[in-house]
């Protein structure tokens, strides 16, 4: 029996609230809401770490960063670590990636086959941040809220010309999969960088919000004073006291975020066109995921590097031949993915076991309950030791040896806005879900190795940018001496063997 192939769409700093069942109804996105109508809709899933490169190595790996090592945006992902790309190769698959995936270090693959564009990231040690120094900015590479007040409208940008190029080497790539050139099935992960800020947007997406109810937050700016301890390392981190915030500024850059959310439907829908014209749909698991989300304003936070819900609830939408739509409530993560993609194609993962942070989401996707909490860890810029919060049923519980914790009630205060850790009738909670995390982790232990691994980077970076310079960026292969007619081909099966479909 043919396996069926696997199509993974990402796309980057998706608030995940606006997709509690399928994109939101005021979210121009006509291609993800009728790819949500034939999924499995995971109302409640998180990222494994609010940050691009911590998050996109738990989610290829099912592992949490304590584990990987990935800590931050220049921390490396070994090679020695399995991902869902191994598996799936080593089981026969053809695996390719096509944009982002920030992965850090000489290996730009970690199992793909082939990459087809290089990141729209740097690849070293140079983004490392140094808890040795708290309250550092570092300027040159930290958010800082320029893309709020920046927001607008551009017909080119550097994200633009990147996630352009993605979108259409992806859907040659499919092409190129429906000629039958090669006989595997296949794995292809195509990863945009939108609607990461900058807030800037294409004038046919901006002008389809001109009227939109959702341009103001929810919540509206927090005084600094006000702020939780690692919210005001964020204020700083962003280099608060450099802008002043307008609340016009704030309706630009929401309407530039949704522009971008439209912009990226829109590159969807022409893969999925193609998948679907090259009759390959009905035979195609696909999967929609973001790395983490965006504030948006609320609270008067941008970014990510949260765990407020803005942040770190993402969208994960799995539509699988055979399998039912539905709308999950439990609490999952991208964690889960790489468990759940080895049992949608039937690879026994039973040898990597011990070394998983996640689970299969198949029993949940035919309609089983999930007991088991989910985990998250942050330790990068913008803190200075480790965070780390568990969900489980209806609470979000927040824990860093600096800060003072937070328990939150998400069915009763979906906004966050009471920490309950202090309240007496949630004390059992609070003691059963402080137990969990003292068991899970040794936080001494966890930021010694983030202390460890900042500084050897450091000293790493600065020698590799003294004299010559050799670059760890992916460098995509196109060799044109193999491409449309060269006289080492026969014209006649040239064109024959690049038709399809054939005999129409």
Known sequence: MKR????ILMADQVNGTLFDDGPADFLHMPHLKALAER?????????????C?????AFMSGQLPSRTGVYDNAAEFPSSIPTWAHHLRRSGYHTCLSGKMHFVGPDQLHGFEQRLTTDVYPADFGWTPDYRKPGERIDWWYHNLGSVTGAGVAEISNQMEYDDEVAFLAEQKLYDLARGHDLRPWAMCVSFTHPHDPYVARRQFWELYEDC?????TLGTVPYEEQDP??????????????DIQPEHVRRARRGYFANLSYVDDKVGGILDVLERTRMLDDTIVLFVSDHGDMLGERGLWFKMSPFEGSSRVPLMIAAPGVEPRGVDDPVSSLDVNATLADLVGIDLSDIEPWTDGESLLPLMHGAKRETPVYMEYAAEGTNAPLVTIRQGRYKFNHCELDPPQLFDLEADPLEQRNLADDPEHAGIFADLQRQCRERWDMTQFDAEVRESQARRLIVYEALRNGAYYPWDHQPLRVASERYMRNHMDLNILEESQRFPRGE
Do not use: C, I, M, W
């Not at 069926?4 to 199509?7: E, I, K, Q, S």
């Not at 999924?39 to 940050?51: D, E, G, I, K, Q």
């Not at 005001?232 to 608060?240: E, G, I, K, M, P």
């Open 4 to 7: 069926p192939n696997v199509l």
């Open 213 to 217: 109810e959702h341009l103001e937050p």
């Open 53 to 57: 490169a911590p998050g996109r190595a």
């Open 39 to 51: 999924s499995v809709r995971f109302r409640n899933a998180y990222t494994p770490s609010p940050l």
């Open 230 to 243: 690692h919210s005001q390392r964020l204020y700083v981190a962003n280099d608060y006291t450099k802008f």
